[in-house]
């Protein structure tokens, strides 16, 4: 049995790979949220089938920030929706795989998104309609930091609590960094939980890399309320170059940091020649 | 028009349960007896398009069938990116329903008005849109809506469009409906102004021009076939809408007929500005080059 640890480490060296034979793509923003999506698919958080992506009882995963599909695209074929091997064509021409995720296409896309701001309400429209058919499914959303400087996101913030969708966890990555700098340089974002509460949500408040604390928020639940996790994250987690470094939002790493991305997400010898090859 | 939509829907809702009234605070007391007997399949979202129409999405995404309803110009413009890429991109079985089509809200002034949205909606992938002309239509339309699986825009006016057919007539999505034939010119118009348009016709009549009437309740898909057909019998072609001249109908029309290859002489009526001024719907569109005169002087010298 892997570990959850081993798991992670798995999905962020799948997150590399995807990268590195795509030729680019938005890999901070990936490993920033891959111990929230490996407790999510592979600590009995998330519950669906791989075998039957549609089973009408699953509980959804919905991810707003669709820059990070990687870290998704990773987890799905570490769950068994599609073979890995797949992902080795991602942002090719006859690849259903690209930088943003397409439901309907990719088995376990729940949601196309990509444009920042719209996972939110199109979750709340499955929370409210899992309600309506008195379902057990529950909704899982990954929202960014930066993204929730939207104003879709706070139209979504004011509904999820009026309609008491407590079948709903929004998790929200904060890693303090957005495209083009830090956060709270470009907009003022603090008191960011606050927020969240003075908008009538659970707000729990977590470190998003600490799998234990992960598990325990995606599991809270408050009835009538829906949660909201402030996960503090470090965008680049698990590659020392990148972490907090606003270039790493979407860049490839030159030989010489290949090298230390190498040591630093355990690559193996014979790994790293089938990736170089 | 909006009872009739109501009165539709409602109906439409007491038999399929997967049928729901989402609103956007806007109509709220003509809303009553769903909140009364549907109160399930009823939810007023308050001043949130965006949001209205990305939730819709979600629910359609879980099977059911919601008609998003609000001011047509806050849905076509506020939420378009929502349209576009929860409803459009994911093929959604969502109806986005705006009242107020081109200037019906005279006096509100253009804030209010609905007279870009065909021009933004119509390049949309995956979008039906549907101009009824009078509350039959509406009710067909409506009906139609409810039939066809995957995203519509539904075009409604507001309460006071007269009716415009003297009894039952087939509706079906993409094909227009010929009003009145003619053989020396062709009007074609979609939504309430066709009431104007049949009274330019009459005024022609008057005057020995034979004149066909065109309703193309259907801006997208558009019915080549009737459009090629007039411009072939007719050889004069003239469009008339309550919207910007750019994107909407006249554009869609000689887009058929630019790629037709036939020789027409062709005219578009519609604004090609903001709406100017205040006062009732029919000064308005007097005021802005659109009333029953300008179009029949219009149709005068095309024909001259």
Redo the contacts between chains.
């Keep these: 049995m892997e570990t959850i640890e081993e798991i992670a480490r798995d999905i962020r060296k799948t997150i590399y790979k995807i990268a590195h034979h795509a030729g680019g793509g938005h890999m901070g923003a990936a490993f920033s949220m891959t111990d929230i999506i490996s407790v999510l698919y592979f600590d009995h958080v998330l519950r669906y089938s791989a075998d039957n992506p549609d089973w009408g009882e699953r509980d959804k995963f919905i991810l707003s920030k669709g820059h990070a599909c990687y870290a998704l695209y990773a987890a799905l074929a570490k769950a068994g929706y599609f073979p890995e091997d797949e992902l080795l064509h991602v942002g090719k021409p006859e690849s259903r795989f690209g930088g943003h995720p397409k439901m309907h296409e990719i088995p376990g896309v729940e949601a196309s998104t990509g444009a920042l701001g719209h996972g939110l309400s199109f979750a709340i429209g499955a929370a409210y309609a899992s309600k309506l058919d008195r379902k057990d499914s529950h909704i899982y959303v990954v929202l960014g930091d930066g993204e929730c400087q939207e104003g879709s996101i706070w139209e979504g913030a004011l509904s999820a609590p009026t309609l008491e969708l407590d079948n709903m966890t929004v998790i929200v990555d904060h890693n303090k960094l957005q495209a083009m700098d830090a956060l709270e340089k470009i907009v003022h974002m603090k008191p960011f939980a606050d927020k969240w509460r003075a908008f009538g949500w659970n707000v729990v408040e977590i470190d998003g890399h600490d799998y234990a604390q992960i598990k325990k928020a995606l599991l809270t639940r408050q009835p009538k309320i829906p949660t909201l996790v402030v996960a503090d994250t470090v965008k680049g987690k698990g590659v020392s170059f990148m972490e907090n470094v606003p270039i790493w939002h979407y860049r490839m790493p030159n030989d010489d940091e290949l090298q230390i991305l190498f040591r630093d997400l355990g690559f193996t010898q014979a790994e790293q020649r089938e990736l170089l090859k | 028009m909006r009872t009739a939509y109501l009165d539709t829907l409602y109906g439409l809702a007491q038999k399929d349960k997967r049928v729901h009234a989402l609103i956007s605070d806007n109509g709220a007391i003509v809303y009553d007896r769903y909140r009364r007997d549907l109160p399930?399949q009823y939810?007023n979202?308050?001043i949130?398009e965006?949001?209205?129409?990305?939730?819709?999405?979600?629910?359609?995404?879980?099977?059911?069938i919601?008609f998003a309803y609000t001011i047509g110009a806050f849905l076509a413009y506020r939420a378009y990116?929502?349209i576009r890429?929860?409803v459009c991109?994911?093929?959604q079985n969502v109806k986005i329903v705006g009242t107020g089509a081109g200037q019906v809200y005279s006096a509100l002034g253009p804030t209010h008005h609905s007279t870009e949205d065909l021009g933004g909606l119509r390049a949309l992938p995956n979008l039906t849109i549907l101009c009824p002309a009078s509350p039959l239509e509406v009710r067909k339309a409506t009906a139609a809506a409810y039939e066809q699986e995957g995203p519509v825009y539904l075009r409604l006016g507001t309460n006071r469009e007269p009716e415009i057919y003297e009894g039952d007539y087939a509706f079906q999505i993409g094909k227009s409906v010929t009003l009145r034939e003619g053989k020396d010119i062709t009007l074609i118009g979609t939504g309430s102004i066709l009431k104007d348009v049949l009274d330019i016709a009459e005024m022609l009549e008057n005057d020995g021009i034979h004149t066909r009437v065109l309703n193309i309740h259907t801006i997208k898909p558009i019915d080549k076939e009737a459009v090629i057909k007039a411009a072939e019998e007719t050889g004069k072609i003239i469009t008339v809408e309550d919207h910007n001249i750019v994107g909407g109908l006249g554009s869609a029309v000689e887009e058929v007929l630019a790629e037709s290859g036939l020789n027409v002489t062709f005219g578009r009526y519609g604004l090609s500005d903001f709406s100017r001024g205040y006062g009732t719907y029919e000064i308005i569109k007097q005021h802005n080059g659109i009333g029953v005169d300008n179009i029949y002087f219009g149709a005068k010298q095309i024909l001259e």
């Design positions: 399930g939810l979202l308050g949130s965006a949001n209205m129409i990305g939730m819709a999405a979600g629910m359609a995404s879980c099977g059911k919601p990116e929502f890429n929860d991109l994911q093929n």
